[in-house]
T-cell receptor, first 114, second 113 residues
Framework: EAQVTQNPRYLITVTGKKLTVTCSQNMNHEYMSWYRQDPGLGLRQIYYSMNVEVTDKGDVPEGYKVSRKEKRNFPLILESPSPNQTSLYFC?????????????FGQGTRLTVV | GESVGLHLPTLSVQEGDNSIINCAYSNSASDYFIWYKQESGKGPQFIIDIRSNMDKRQGQRVTVLLNKTVKHLSLQIAATQPGDSAVYFCAENGSGNTGKLIFGQGTTLQVKP
């Protein structure tokens, strides 16, 4: 089954404790991205990757890092989480960044930073 | 019932009626548009897409209309069912060819039995 898998689904952590949210897709997609979803602000892109070893900032990259060492995986790293990073996070993938940019989304990771 | 006009955060319809969800997009350079459905506790799910060289596209029970003149997008759902209850987002690809999708605020569709 074609899917984007995120882990964990739920996470509560303390301020400053490094964490990683994993994302994996099995569709051989080149393009992957991370979004955060907040009430009243909708979905906003954090980082994206056009292919292996190619990553770039989205609209709200501050406080986040990503890596793309393999095509299928695109982890989101919070080196020193803060309460304002409490949010619902989605990983997405698509074939490429061109016209056909239908994105497939993971189930989401609800992060709470206390 | 149907609702036309400006974007509404919540739309309530009777089961079996048709629904129309509206979206005003922001970037005149956008040439690709998608409607997503998000059910509670799940990620956005693709419903239908349309390119800027079209003004209408139909799927199963859904139709998307694009009016580039006024930068307006709508999603029509025929014979709305309880399973259609969700938040619906429109998304555009914007300019810059980065692959980023720009999402609207979303409309919550409530289907009354």
């Amino acid at each position: 089954e074609a899917q984007v898998t995120q882990n964990p689904r739920y996470l509560i952590t303390v301020t400053g404790k490094k964490l990683t949210v994993t994302c994996s897709q099995n569709m051989n997609h080149e393009y992957m991205s991370w979004y955060r979803q907040d009430p009243g602000l909708g979905l906003r892109q954090i980082y994206y990757s056009m292919n292996v070893e190619v990553t770039d900032k989205g609209d709200v990259p501050e406080g986040y890092k990503v890596s793309r060492k393999e095509k299928r995986n695109f982890p989101l790293i919070l080196e020193s989480p803060s309460p304002n990073q409490t949010s619902l996070y989605f990983c997405a993938s698509s074939w490429d960044r061109g016209m056909n940019t239908e994105a497939f989304f993971g189930q989401g990771t609800r992060l709470t930073v206390v | 019932g149907e609702s036309v006009g400006l974007h509404l955060p919540t739309l309530s319809v009777q089961e079996g009626d048709n629904s129309i969800i509206n979206c005003a997009y922001s970037n005149s350079a956008s040439d690709y548009f998608i409607w997503y459905k998000q059910e509670s506790g799940k990620g956005p799910q693709f419903i239908i897409d349309i390119r800027s060289n079209m003004d209408k596209r139909q799927g199963q029970r859904v139709t998307v209309l694009l009016n580039k003149t006024v930068k307006h997008l709508s999603l029509q759902i025929a014979a709305t069912q309880p399973g259609d209850s969700a938040v619906y987002f429109c998304a555009e690809n914007g300019s810059g060819n980065t692959g980023k999708l720009i999402f609207g605020q979303g409309t919550t569709l409530q289907v009354k039995p």
